[in-house]
């Protein structure tokens, strides 16, 4: 259990910065594997999802709780995407982020990268996975910039 702690804090380290694993994966988390491969796949804490092992590349996809707990953190801005306000609802809704939308994105961000998504005030809307680097997001007025996984409103 020891071993798979560090392994995910290791990972989270990697994937958003020195530090953000501890952060976001305290000691009492609940590490659940698969039954078929037994390797991790899932990462609960008090009941919620905080995030998944992808088992095709190693990396973490995060939850919407996990993203809000990581937009506290001071170097979020390497993995966050800030959107206009006027499209805030639609992204909060599950909608994909196209280029146009984009306000802000750090020029480190890539394509395929795990992100957040937030509005111009830094109010968590969504997670998903970038298909543009951060540079393209800024310079490029078509095309879908983050495939959205989870917005922050469930549709009825």
Same mark, same amino acid.
Request: aromatic content about 6%.
């Given at each position: =259990?020891? $071993?798979?702690?560090?392994?995910?804090?290791?990972?989270a380290?990697?994937?958003?910065?020195? *530090?953000? %694993?501890?952060?976001?994966?305290?000691?009492?988390? @609940?590490?659940?594997?698969s039954?078929?491969?037994?390797?991790?796949?899932?990462?609960?804490?008090? *009941?919620?999802?905080? $995030?998944?092992?992808?088992?095709?590349? *190693?990396l973490?996809?995060?939850?919407?709780?996990?993203a809000?707990?990581?937009?506290?953190?001071a170097?979020? +801005?390497?993995?966050?995407?800030?959107?206009?306000?006027?499209?805030?609802?639609?992204?909060?809704? %599950?909608?994909?982020?196209?280029?146009? &939308?984009?306000?802000? $994105?750090?020029?480190?961000? &890539?394509?395929?990268?795990?992100?957040?998504?937030?509005? @111009?005030?830094?109010?968590?809307? $969504?997670? %998903?996975?970038?298909?543009?680097? %951060? @540079?393209? =997001?800024?310079?490029?007025n078509? *095309?879908v910039?983050?495939?959205?996984? &989870?917005?922050?409103?469930?549709k +009825?």
């Amino acid at each position: =259990m020891k $071993a798979d702690l560090l392994r995910i804090r290791s990972i989270a380290d990697y994937q958003f910065g020195k *530090g953000v %694993g501890i952060k976001l994966f305290p000691e009492n988390v @609940e590490i659940l594997h698969s039954r078929a491969t037994g390797r991790i796949r899932y990462i609960n804490l008090n *009941g919620r999802r905080l $995030a998944t092992l992808r088992p095709t590349d *190693g990396l973490l996809s995060i939850s919407i709780d996990a993203a809000i707990d990581l937009a506290k953190t001071a170097n979020s +801005s390497r993995f966050t995407i800030r959107v206009r306000n006027d499209v805030a609802q639609f992204i909060a809704e %599950g909608g994909d982020v196209f280029a146009t &939308h984009v306000v802000e $994105a750090d020029s480190s961000i &890539h394509a395929r990268q795990e992100v957040i998504v937030t509005d @111009e005030n830094g109010k968590v809307l $969504a997670v %998903g996975r970038t298909l543009l680097s %951060g @540079e393209e =997001m800024k310079s490029f007025n078509t *095309g879908v910039a983050v495939k959205v996984r &989870h917005g922050r409103i469930k549709k +009825s």
